[in-house]
């Protein structure tokens, strides 16, 4: 691995804080597949779901040390992209970096869409495609600040989602200690004989792979270190807190749910409001819904910095057209924040002439493809580490357990796609992931086929191709 920051990293500047690197690994883990989607496991799984929780946690912890281990050592805007492409080849690299930035796209679209659904609900009398359409040009006016502009504003609103959560946690805890004042406490009934696990075994697998997705977005952090002024710290700081953070956010609120809203309960919709409303809360229905909508945004405006990066840092290594690769006066690459939201304009289009039915198609058009992106961070980090152990390269950050508990990650995901391609409804997500994985390999390779046929360009040209936009 190599211990220094590559020339995207200069191009975009080195303006986000260790606190906002820490923050926005952890709200981009805290977002509505906790607040609205961890009723979908409970429901599966019953409040055996903690166990395919401690298991997708486990195997994010993982992910992210293997990527803090490859950051921290060679901070690059295309992060997992280059670190596979380092280790595999540049065709491996590319077809994982337009995977993560077609993912990417498609999320945004599905976030906007999602929060303006949301708030729909509340305030009916606003068209959800007007909403979403604010929503994309507000978020996108951030991105094309400063860096640090975007840093601070995603601080707060993962500020947001952290204190919702402990607050909630207050809540749960004390209702369940029966020290709600004239509510009595539900005990912990759900977790005594068969309605622990009322779907055995088959019930916890079937939650593993629909959990393991609640944890996408954390691998955003080994993007955002190449804008750190001190990468190597930051990822650090940000690997050892964020994760402990997660588990106990995660595995907490799952607990409390799980212990008060019963398997079948109509309550497993909106878990969050379902507690609340046991503990006597007014309003927690409608709370919680502008806290979801909060963290649909925060995602979105994550996930718009991490699409544009990825488009960057393709059009740097010259797997995307070059005028993706252009910054602007404030260091932010521009078009490819344009172009990374580009789609999100299209789908608001699409939901003006068929309401309702966008959003329904981008969550299944997402898929699987987060798995893969996981996957390829273990394989790439697994063949760097041996090689810089191999060479004897010293590293700021060393995972530890090193190969074993690579390894072991490798192992969880090949049984979450076990999982996952034994079930009738999630096979045709992998299926289609799996296929797009393919066209993107082929389409990368032909690519390098006739860029190896042209002249090449040498090194010092290449640096001067980015321009200032004003």
Wanted: glycine share 10%; proline share 5%.
């Amino acid at each position: 691995m190599e211990q220094q920051t590559k020339s995207s990293a200069r191009a975009l500047g080195a303006a986000l804080k260790p606190r906002q690197l820490t923050m926005m690994g952890l709200g981009s883990a805290i977002g509505a597949g906790l607040f609205i989607g961890s009723g979908a496991g409970i429901q599966a799984a019953g409040p055996a779901v903690l166990i395919s929780y401690l298991v997708a946690g486990t195997l994010i912890i993982l992910v992210m040390w293997a990527l803090g281990e490859m950051a921290a050592a060679n901070p690059d805007s295309g992060a997992f992209s280059v670190y596979t492409a380092k280790a595999y080849g540049p065709v491996a690299g590319a077809t994982v970096g337009w995977l993560w930035w077609i993912q990417l796209v498609v999320v945004i679209a599905a976030e906007a869409l999602g929060a303006a659904g949301l708030l729909a609900t509340i305030f009916p009398a606003l068209p959800v495609w007007l909403m979403a359409f604010v929503f994309i040009v507000v978020l996108t006016a951030v991105n094309l600040t400063s860096v640090k502009n975007f840093g601070e504003f995603e601080f707060w609103f993962a500020l947001l989602k952290v204190a919702a959560i402990v607050g909630f946690l207050l809540v749960g805890f004390a209702l369940l200690f029966g020290l709600v004042p004239g509510v009595q406490s539900p005990g912990l009934s759900n977790f005594t004989g068969a309605g622990f696990a009322p779907s055995g075994f088959a019930g916890i697998a079937t939650a593993l792979f629909v959990v393991a997705f609640a944890f996408g977005g954390t691998e955003i952090v080994s993007v955002a270190a190449a804008e750190t002024a001190e990468p190597a710290r930051s990822v650090k700081k940000a690997v050892r807190t964020v994760l402990w953070r997660i588990l106990v956010f995660y595995i907490g609120a799952i607990f409390v749910i799980a212990a008060v809203v019963p398997v079948g309960s109509a309550g497993l919709k909106s878990p969050f409001a379902a507690v609340l409303d046991a503990a006597g809360m007014p309003g927690a229905a409608t709370a919680i819904t502008l806290v979801a909508v909060a963290a649909l945004l925060s995602a979105l405006n994550a996930n718009l910095y991490g699409a544009s990066r990825m488009a960057f840092s393709l059009a740097e290594r010259g797997e995307a057209p070059r005028w993706l690769a252009s910054v602007s006066k404030a260091r932010v690459p521009v078009i490819a924040v344009l172009a990374s939201v580009a789609f999100g304009v299209v789908t608001v289009v699409l939901e003006l002439m068929f309401p309702e039915m966008v959003l329904g198609v981008l969550l299944n058009i997402v898929g699987s493809t987060c798995l893969l992106v996981w996957t390829s961070a273990l394989l790439a980090q697994l063949a760097l580490r041996l090689r810089a152990d191999r060479e004897g390269t010293d590293l700021p950050l060393r995972m530890p357990g090193f190969p074993w508990l690579t390894s072991l990650g490798l192992l969880i995901l090949a049984a979450i796609f076990t999982v996952g391609f034994i079930g009738e409804d999630s096979r045709p997500q992998l299926l289609s992931t799996f296929g797009l994985v393919a066209v993107l390999a082929v389409f990368n390779w032909l690519n390098h086929r006739n860029r190896d046929a042209r002249p090449r360009v040498e090194s010092s040209d290449r640096d001067k191709l980015p321009v200032l936009i004003d």
